[in-house]
């Protein structure tokens, strides 16, 4: 007899993603190849379900974006493809694989929210979080959460629904579709200042949206004790008093000690602990429901161990990968900064 293959956690994959590549480029699709080859190599993609995806209809990628700049994407691809700014590049196939990407993420939202998965992480290309309604930019071209969480509102699937951003930069664009939207928390972790130069402490919403976007601005040097401090005392009591209906992660592993475009100092042990920690607040508020969203990344090997550890931590095993161990530099404090957010946000 096999052992019992638990299925509820998935995975999105198409082959279409690996077709928006520049391969001089630092997001190009060996970073897609790499995290497979790793998942396959310590055998768990076949624990996991596959969840094919469809493409973003325009009517969902019209809920965040102007439908000018769609045609314009679609344009640029048709016409053999160019740079919509000075890194972020479109191939002749990128339009589709975008459209993928959006798709691919609310495949796998409402799969989560019907009860036909337990959880999920979508490994799509191109990113997203960077893109602004009108504006494709910092590598990415669609907001592939901020269209999935919005189709979750829009269908009726959920309520309410916590962005969580680990990412080392600031998802300006998920910021600027949702800061006036009560129905979404943003929250971001990131290098500060640093690309894209958004995400100042003091930014907390507007209007409706006033009190569901937290920025945690990092310098440089950070790590693991500061992010579970991050973690443990703004994030978790926040989304405690939000209540959500499902986690949505834009999960970066370029906050990693060895990432070549951050310098942040997290290992992947502690990116496993901050994994482990979201899943435990999915558990605890929202029956489980949480979706990881591929976005940075860039030294290949510390991104596809990130990924293996936010599976391990869905399929609720102990296992980490940490190849690299913890980071050499030393530990930035944060104190004077969450004493500033907790008062902002009246933790107190
Ligand atoms: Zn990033």
Redesign the pocket.
Known sequence: MKPEVDLSTAYVYDPIYLEHDLPSHPENARRLKRILEVLEGEGVLGRLTLLEPRPAEEEELERVHVPEYVARVRQVAQTGGGNLDLDTYVSSRSFDAALMAAGGLVRAVEAVLTGEIDNGFALVRP?G??ATPARGM??CLFNNIAVAARAALAEGWAGRVFIVDF???HGNGTEEVFAQDSAVFYASTHQYPY?PGTGDWSEIGEGDGRGTVLDVPLPPGVGDAGFARVFTELIWPLAERFCPDLILVSA?Y??HWKDP??QMNLSLSGYAWLGRELVSMAEQLCKGRIVFTL????QLDVLACGVLNAFYAMLGEDTIADPFGPSPHPERPVDDLIVRLRELHTLN
Request: no cysteine; hydrophobic share 30%; charged share 15%.
């Open positions: 990113p979080h960077h910092g590598f990412d080392v930069h690309y970066g370029d906050a475009l951050a976005e940075g990344g860039y």
